[in-house]
């Protein structure tokens, strides 16, 4: 496929450059082969691009909307960034012609600019954004449901909510066109509001719901995944119900499934926050557990982590026999893992209760300590509560490989994250050096104004366990922070304070233990019992969000729009 040659030809002005690029989105619709194929024809060869860009851009301002619109979408689909010069010239003329284009050109665009973010980091543009949302309200009544859909699923890509006109007007505007949904557009439209935080009112979740149900045959296992993964926005009183019948026992559907969709599944099933019953999730283990049996090197070890993480998020302990395969896998699989997935699945195995194999374990620190040096901040802290929550690795190696790895970033970690490392290596008994603790103490000085209550609970829990000494600037600080948040400071985190303050090295003055007293109804009766739960939940909580398992590989698959 000779392109660069194609675009030296001296006829080919904006409009058939714009098919050029059409026809190479169209190709990459094929097939994952085809898209391969075209990316490492145009992306890689700078000089069909700089070819491209200079004719289109000099001929820009003669394109119709519907050549303006399609550009952008063939440029998504194809994955592939014009210069910043291009991008400017093309928002000129993209403003200048919005209010010439209907819904469908209208969702052309928010479609392609979300692909050029998810895959060549293009940074949204705010003022333009606005200005198409505000043309969007007034084309509200032109959108088709495939055009809500591709929309919405544009601005999830770019990870900006839009604006509350037009979700206004999209949800009154799904709910007529909603019954002509394909299935996937109906999957696309949950899974995209999810990503946005956005909650269904509640006429437009009936509706929806009525529709899955009616279409429930035509659902490609993926549009089920991505529906359930998607469940966060429905509302919590429509859930249960729409969720039993969707997946029911899960017989007739699991086996349909590739394993990151099963994986998914359950993963969906745990952060919507629903009853999993239990015929489900045995025949869901049953089904994980053939897959797992098979050992193929294509088993991700994403679906790994993601599957125990799910049983953690529901607290149900996988059966005896599903655990044996399962530490078998984790053996065979251990040095395939990266940070998240030996933070999770220690975290989630001990969270669970789960008897950790000493084989696993030791293979667990040997593969940490390999890739630690490459691990983001987040990362690190992550590892240490997983470790802490284990309390089952006493070898010194990778404590040493903790401190050295983390030391030179002391200067730029979060406030959230000081306090979990203190709070880990007081739950581990990690007495390291004087000059580590300087680094935290002063980093927490520095970033006082972004402390919680949580963090200071969680600091104060840690140094008690320590018993740390020295360090008055630090003391000062964790006091002004406890007068001045007091009124933040709930019953759980000021009784966990107090209870810290009991074993600590050093006193905790008179005046703050009367105003966290302040603060807490009959500290005396069972404040033990609270301040213990608190640091316990509310680190598990933190963890959580942190840690959740993002859907990898996953797929929401547009019909063409050509």
């Not at 809500?148 to 009154?172: D, R």
């Not at 991505?226 to 009183?237: E, H, K, M, R, Y």
């Not at 360090?471 to 406890?482: A, D, E, G």
């Amino acid at each position: 496929m000779r392109v660069a040659a194609l675009a030296e030809h001296r006829d080919f002005g904006g409009v058939a450059m714009e098919h050029v690029m059409t026809a190479l989105a169209r190709t990459c619709r094929v097939s994952k082969d085809h898209a391969a194929v075209v990316r490492r024809t145009v992306v890689d060869d700078g000089r069909f691009m700089a070819l491209w860009n200079e004719r289109t851009v000099r001929s820009i301002d003669q394109l119709k909307p519907v050549n303006v619109a399609r550009l952008i979408y063939a440029l998504g689909v194809v994955g592939c960034l014009p210069n910043a010069y291009w991008m400017c010239r093309w928002y000129q003329e993209a403003r200048t012609r919005l209010h010439d284009m209907d819904g469908r050109l209208l969702s052309w665009i928010v479609y392609g600019l979300g692909l050029l973010h998810q895959s060549d980091g293009l940074r949204p543009n705010p003022l333009f954004l606005r200005v198409w949302s505000e043309t969007a309200v007034t084309r509200i009544d032109t959108f088709n449901a495939q055009g809500l859909a591709n929309c919405i699923y544009g601005f999830a890509k770019m990870k900006t909510k839009p604006t509350q006109s037009f979700l206004a007007g999209w949800f009154q505007r799904a709910q007529d066109v909603v019954p002509q949904s394909a299935p996937q557009g109906l999957s696309t439209m949950l899974y995209s509001l999810s990503k946005l935080n956005c909650r269904l009112p509640d006429a437009f979740a009936t509706q929806y719901r009525k529709e899955v149900i009616n279409k429930w045959k035509q659902l490609p296992p993926t549009a089920v995944v991505n529906i359930v993964s998607g469940l966060t926005s429905f509302p919590d009183s429509q859930r249960q119900e729409f969720v039993e019948a969707l997946v029911g026992d899960g017989k007739s559907l699991l086996t349909k499934m590739s394993d990151l969709e099963l994986s998914r599944l359950l993963n969906g099933l745990a952060r919507s926050k629903i009853d999993v019953h239990e015929l489900f999730l045995a025949n869901w283990s049953t089904e994980f557990q053939r897959r797992m049996e098979r050992n193929r090197p294509s088993f991700a070890v994403e679906t790994l982590a993601s599957c125990i993480h799910s049983f953690a998020l529901i607290q149900r302990r996988p059966t005896e026999e599903f655990l044996e395969t399962f530490h078998g896998m984790l053996r065979r699989r251990v040095s395939h893992f990266g940070p998240r997935e030996l933070s999770t699945v220690m975290y989630s195995m001990c969270n669970l209760g789960i008897e950790l194999d000493p084989r696993w374990l030791h293979l667990w620190v040997l593969r940490a300590e390999e890739i630690m040096e490459t691990f983001s901040d987040e990362w690190l802290v992550s590892i240490l509560y997983a470790l802490a929550e284990s309390k089952s690795v006493s070898t010194p190696s990778i404590y040493e490989e903790w401190k050295r790895c983390i030391m030179p970033r002391l200067g730029d970690i979060a406030a959230s994250q000081c306090a979990k490392i203190c709070y880990s290596l007081g739950v581990l008994q990690q007495r390291l050096l004087p000059a580590f603790w300087d680094g935290i103490f002063q980093r927490i000085v520095q970033i006082k104004a972004e402390l919680q209550p949580l963090d200071i609970a969680l600091i104060l829990s840690g140094l008690s366990k320590l018993k740390i000494r020295g360090f008055p600037y630090l003391h000062s600080v964790l006091w002004s922070v406890i007068d001045e948040q007091l009124d933040n400071f709930d019953q759980k985190t000021s009784t966990s304070c107090l209870i810290s303050s009991m074993h600590l090295a050093f006193p905790m003055p008179s005046h703050v233990r009367d105003l966290l007293k302040s603060r807490v109804h009959g500290f005396e009766c069972g404040a033990v019992a609270v301040g213990q739960s608190l640091l316990k939940e509310g680190c598990k909580e933190n963890f959580k969000e942190s840690q959740g398992i993002k859907s990898t590989g996953s797929t929401v698959v547009q019909e063409r729009v050509y």
